[in-house]
């Protein structure tokens, strides 16, 4: 299963509440810098421990995003996720003046006092990124299969061809 980070405001603290409970039903892992355990080293390392060890990364824009009290916090994980090609889904808020030209994967809009319509984007986004890893695994599993039948048979085409 995937690993889902969240970057949001704490003062979307509901919205997230609603994103973890949703993924976590399905079974999904999910981290927010809102919720981590007491730091053992400083915030900005355990951030970016969590964003390389996610899959994906889910940016939450919303008016409270953009206040100058979150911005800089958002801008720093969504470079951080960026800079490592981390995949970046944006769910903007309807209503949220946005003039950001980020590089995401995807973008999507939602409806606060409609909450259903975020909750089933959110499930086939990690559906499909899912499906994406599982792919990306086989694939990894196939080079190690062939690099493990690939070898020995080289070698012994070496040999025998000397004969």
Do not use: C, H
């Not at 039903?25 to 810098?33: D, K, L, M, Y």
């Not at 086939?124 to 990306?136: F, R």
Request: no cysteine; charged share 20%; proline share 4%.
């Amino acid at each position: 299963m995937i690993k889902v980070f969240i970057s949001a405001s704490i003062q979307d603290k509901k919205i997230i509440d609603l994103i973890q409970n949703t993924l976590q039903n399905i079974g999904i892992e999910t981290i927010s810098p809102l919720y981590f355990p007491a730091a053992t080293q400083p915030i900005e390392e355990e951030i970016k421990n969590a964003i390389q060890t996610s899959d994906i990364i889910f940016l939450i824009l919303t008016p409270y995003t953009l206040s100058p009290d979150s911005v800089g916090n958002i801008n720093y994980e969504i470079g951080f996720a960026q800079s490592i090609n981390k995949p970046v889904y944006v769910f903007v808020e309807r209503g949220t003046n946005i003039d950001v030209n980020m590089k995401a994967t995807a973008y999507f809009t939602f409806d606060r006092i409609n909450m259903v319509e975020l909750k089933e984007r959110i499930k086939v986004v990690t559906e499909q990124a899912d499906m994406i890893k599982m792919e990306e695994e086989k694939k990894q599993a196939l080079i190690a299969a062939g690099i493990m039948v690939g070898v020995p048979l080289f070698i012994w085409l070496l040999k025998n061809m000397k004969k």
